[in-house]
């Protein structure tokens, strides 16, 4: 019975060239040729050698960012923070955000850090992520960042009282944009509700860059007194920089904030109170908006150790359900156990049906891996292969597959007339 399954190889084999082919599908959506569109807003990324379209004017000599500041118009204000302020605006003819900043760019360290912002946030292309147009860099005004609006502001205000199969799906479109910016060895390092945000055709995505750092880069941001205090990892408080692991934390805080409409630990709980909590290692209490499987990931995903935190893309397989999942409580009368090294094999019920369960004994880091596996599995579609009926990569990993009624072959052959062997 442990031959039931797909081979490991194939199954990375053929899991590998469609992923492969479907980056060439990204490369492909991505390229400039494809958005024929007679706005030049569309043109906004040159990440391949292009000649640039409609009317854009980049600043001859200067960085690909730069845009001419007689494009952009400055609109009502939003926001106003320490080190900058929001507007609404306009950039040949698009509605956009303007961040002015207001830190002062004669200092050679705040001077790095916007160029820094600047180069990292326009290399990203992902539809998950904030749209960097571009910059504006006068020598008489503040610098500026010209940007996609988010027009429908944060995730958690968009989601209330929406469905939970809507907060879900959109968590899982959040955690996809991360999953790039890990991918491409970049840390968010200041994840938190307002920087996640709801876009045109309510896409979600990601922003604010300016504390993200590039994993072995030399440049450097301290983010030591910046940043949310509830959404950071306990070990943030320990020392100044960020992980690709305290990401995972932060993002697990936004689901909390955006699953029950509160920040972190509540809005009642004073900031002393939550500093003191998650130094001392305390863990957040379970709200009522949770089931035991989605607290559960949430758990995953915020554990104190950082080392036994699942990774983004773990998160990102286990945060929408697919269509072959089977709750592990549909399983029962189980029985005739085979032990393995790698599974446990026995016979049991699903929905009164005679299935074969196969249990794996995978750890939370191959979780990917196993929903590899199940998604080629279950998209075979033949009388002489054994079928899967779903699986569980939730809690426990199972498969839950056809049971072979008249057991192996050479057992079937050996009660049945020679004649019979060869069809």
Sequence with gaps: ??????????????????????????DLVGGPNVLNSENPVHNWQTHSPCSQKGNVNYAQGKSKWILSSEQVQIGEPIARGAFGETYWGKWIGTDVVIKRVLTNQGIPHFRQQFYHEAKLWFSLNHVNLVKLYGTCE????????????AIHGTLSSFLKGK???????????????????????????????????????????LADFGLSTLVGSSIYVNNEKIGALRWKAPECFDKSTSSFTSDIFAFGMCVV???????????????????????????????????????????????????????????????????WFIPIYHIDHRSNVI??????????????????????RAGLKDIVRFTREVT?????????????????????????????SNGELRDYIKRKDRRTMWK
């Design 1 to 26: 019975m442990l031959g039931v399954s797909v081979s490991e190889s194939a199954v990375l084999t053929v899991a590998d060239r469609n992923h492969h082919f479907h980056r060439q599908l990204d």
């Design 138 to 149: 006068e020598s008489n005004a503040p610098p500026i960042f010209v940007c996609e609006r």
């Design 163 to 205: 469905p939970r199969e809507e907060i879900w799906g959109s968590l899982y479109s959040a955690a996809q944009g991360l999953q790039y910016l890990h991918e491409h060895g970049i840390v968010h390092c200041d994840l938190k509700g307002n920087n996640v945000l709801v876009c045109d055709n309510n896409l979600v995505k």
């Design 257 to 323: 904030e955006v699953v029950t409409g509160e920040f972190p630990w509540g809005n009642a709980t004073s900031e002393e109170a939550v500093k003191n909590n998650i130094k001392a290692k305390i863990s957040l209490p379970r709200p009522n908006e949770f089931s035991n499987d989605e607290w559960d990931l949430v758990e995953r995903m915020c554990h104190d150790n950082p080392d036994d935190r699942i990774s983004v893309g773990a998160a990102v397989c286990l945060m929408l359900l697919p269509e």
């Design 339 to 360: 032990s393995g090294f790698f599974a446990k094999i026995y016979r049991a019920r699903w929905l009164g049906t005679d299935v074969v369960v196969k249990e794996v």
């Design 376 to 404: 080629v599995w279950f998209s075979l579609k033949h009388q002489n292969v054994i079928q899967l009926y779903g699986a569980c990569h939730v809690g426990q990993a199972i498969f839950v597959c056809e049971w072979a």
